[in-house]
């Protein structure tokens, strides 16, 4: 599990294909890799992936043909930025919302507005995805925990404060820019308990 809350910005140092599947290597800057061990995990743009070798300064993640498919991971260009975070520890704060690393689906800046020293991003949601946002409710975009501020069909509206702009690659988008979209958890089980019915209790 995360958090939301980005602890780095590292940058795509490598990307192997490998028969169809991926394998990313990630240089860090200020993420301290010396407390991550092979089999750990670590969010990258948003998505959970497993560290499968380790350096000084960088790691490596196999990606498979199904996260490609269903992520902006294959998208990365060399050296392109990316948001890291690592898996939550016993007694770590959870300054953002419980964010799971596995992406719900592709979401696309639709205008990206500058107001005072924040940005305000109008995203565009997977229609299939739309009921899930809720005004004042959570998203994750990229791995970042972001508040909903308006919805309006399949858009959404989220500002971002300076502090997220200089810390994540989240003030680098562009109108078309596409992110990863983690819903808020609590959506999928509600939906799940209101279409179950209640137990059955015999005697």
Do not use: W
């Amino acid at each position: 599990m995360f958090t939301g809350i980005v602890q780095d910005v590292g940058r795509l140092e490598q990307r192997e294909v490998l028969g169809g599947d991926m394998r990313l290597t990630i240089a860090v800057d200020r993420l301290n890799l010396a407390r991550v061990t092979l089999g750990d995990s670590i969010c990258v743009q948003g998505v959970c992936l497993t560290v499968t070798a380790l350096s000084d300064r960088s790691f490596a993640a196999d990606v498979s043909r199904e996260t490609l498919s269903l992520t902006t991971l294959g998208e990365l260009e060399h050296l392109a930025p990316v948001n890291l975070e690592p898996a939550l520890r016993v007694g770590d704060a959870l300054g953002g919302h419980l964010v799971s690393g596995h992406i719900d689906g592709v979401a696309t800046v639709i205008a990206a507005t500058t107001e005072a020293r924040s940005c305000r991003l109008t995203i565009q949601a997977p229609a299939a995805l739309a009921r899930y946002i809720a005004r004042k409710g959570s998203v994750a975009l990229d791995g970042v925990s972001l508040t909903v501020n308006e919805v309006d069909e399949t858009r959404f509206g989220v500002y971002l404060i300076p502090h997220t702009l200089a810390a994540t690659t989240l003030g680098r988008l562009t109108n078309g820019a596409h992110l990863n979209l983690e819903i808020d958890q609590v959506a999928r089980y509600v939906e799940r308990l209101l279409e179950s019915p209640p137990a059955l209790h015999t005697s």
